[in-house]
């Protein structure tokens, strides 16, 4: 019996995706998935479909349960570090119901046979799911967790690091982390067990993937960056948070302290994460799709990404009026560190995401320079195109495409539900994407 052994996903899809073509290649009789499937990454929900359409045998791991319990309304959630709350209230709010039934299914262990051979898949330890077990781990440990375990095997995860220890007459194994690795090497890890009658071979393997695109993923959907060095250092974030003065390569470490701040203050004002996030990342896909027509660059790219995290937070003193609330505190608060300019700016950009159209009598838009009234226009106009196109807060808008024709830009997206109140509310919402751009806005959904 020959068996893929993966783990620790952590809804990195382009870490699963190399992991799985290097899979197809050996001829597998079957995935055994060790837990934790989602958490940290950017793609909680492609992971989660993929591994189903795998047929991966899984077990759940002890951070898909913090998701399934996830509630960004508990007072507790916030008395963390805003990293490690976000974590799990983000990825439960990008997860289906489907998936989210799915990983509440999913037992904490299984007991298997392998070649007459007693198996027990726990994604910690037989005495925990959160107990690391490393290539460290003390051998008189290793003999207590032997005493529980009941099995000749016991295959595990979370430590996020690849090993195979013996004690008592158990074989444990760790395939090490497919979404993340702790162990300072940033590839994909996984294991093949291979049990015939006369014993068992265990092989690990590291497969490259493209860990910028996945580090920027995260980023682009407006995750703390500190997600994306745990990638790139292949280290956990306690020891990554150690570090304050590190950032992601390519990146500023202004820009990741912003986004800290913003990430903070959204927190702060106990912001809807689900809708939040959905809206940034269509924002952003946006921002991308039509680069020839707004002819902005990074820095512009950086305003959209704070001010459509925070475009909501004015939500906290209620409904009405509540753009020119999140105004007023993007203005005023002392959590960001924003410079004058830029905080008038995401300020702006902010407000302007409902409401009436910009005008040189209000405040703070007035006291921009030409150029950067211009650009605010322009990011407004798609700020309020993205958050059309989450009017049920349901984040039904998978994928967006967009293209620049004479006279008329075209949307196309793909949709997991019925999508026309997204798309008529978006519709609505383009009249200043029509008024800048001179161009008629045309929308449509097709399901997935």
Request: glycine content about 8%.
């Amino acid at each position: 019996m020959k068996v893929a052994l993966i783990g620790d996903a952590h809804g990195n899809l382009h870490a699963l995706e190399a992991v799985l073509r290097e899979i197809r290649k050996r001829r597998v009789d079957a995935i055994w998935n060790l837990g934790d499937a989602v958490g940290y990454g950017p793609f909680p929900e492609e992971v989660v479909v993929r591994l189903r359409q795998e047929g991966a045998l899984s077990i759940a791991g002890n951070f898909d349960l913090r998701v399934l319990d996830a509630d960004p309304r508990d007072p507790e959630a916030g008395r963390t570090s805003v990293d490690k709350w976000i974590a799990p209230v983000w990825a439960h709010e990008n997860l289906s119901p489907s998936s989210l039934r799915y990983l509440a299914s999913l037992p904490r262990e299984r007991r298997l046979f392998a070649e007459g051979r007693k198996v027990l898949l726990i994604h910690g330890s037989p005495a925990s799911n959160t107990e690391r077990l490393e290539p460290t781990t003390s051998p008189d440990r290793l003999a207590e967790l032997a005493a529980m375990a009941r099995a000749e095997l016991v295959l595990l995860g979370h430590s996020h690091m690849p090993f195979v220890r013996q004690a008592e007459g158990v074989t444990f194994v760790n395939p090490g982390g497919v979404g993340r690795s702790d162990d300072g090497d940033p590839r994909a890890s996984y294991a093949v067990l291979d049990a015939q009658e006369g014993g068992v071979k265990v092989t690990h393997h590291r497969v490259t993937y493209d860990v910028r695109a996945a580090a920027d993923a995260l980023v682009g959907r407006g995750l703390p960056e500190s997600f994306g060095r745990m990638l790139w250092e292949a280290r956990p974030l306690d020891v990554v948070q150690q570090d304050p003065n590190g950032h992601l390569p390519g990146s500023s470490a202004a820009h990741a302290r912003y986004l800290e701040e913003v990430l903070e203050l959204a927190r702060r004002s106990r912001y809807e994460v689900g809708h939040t996030h959905q809206v940034t990342r269509l924002a952003l896909d946006l921002f991308g799709e039509l680069r020839r027509l707004h002819r902005l660059g990074p820095s512009a790219r950086r305003w959209l990404l704070y001010a459509s995290l925070l475009h909501d937070i004015g939500w906290m003193e209620g409904g009405k009026g509540h753009h020119k609330v999140s105004q007023r505190v993007i203005e005023s608060s002392r959590v960001l560190s924003f410079p004058l300019r830029m905080r008038k700016i995401v300020a702006s950009i902010a407000r302007y995401h409902k409401g009436a159209l910009p005008k040189v009598t209000h405040h703070p838009y007035a006291e921009l320079s030409p150029a950067d009234r211009g650009s605010v226009t322009r990011l407004s106009a798609i700020l309020r195109v993205a958050d059309g196109l989450d009017r049920t807060h349901r984040s039904i808008v998978q994928r967006i495409s967009a293209k620049v024709l004479p006279g008329r830009v075209r949307i196309r997206c793909a949709v997991r539900a019925a999508a026309e109140e997204e798309r008529e509310s978006a519709l609505r919402k383009g009249d200043l994407f029509t008024q800048t751009f001179h161009r008629e806005l045309s929308i449509s959904c097709s399901l997935r």
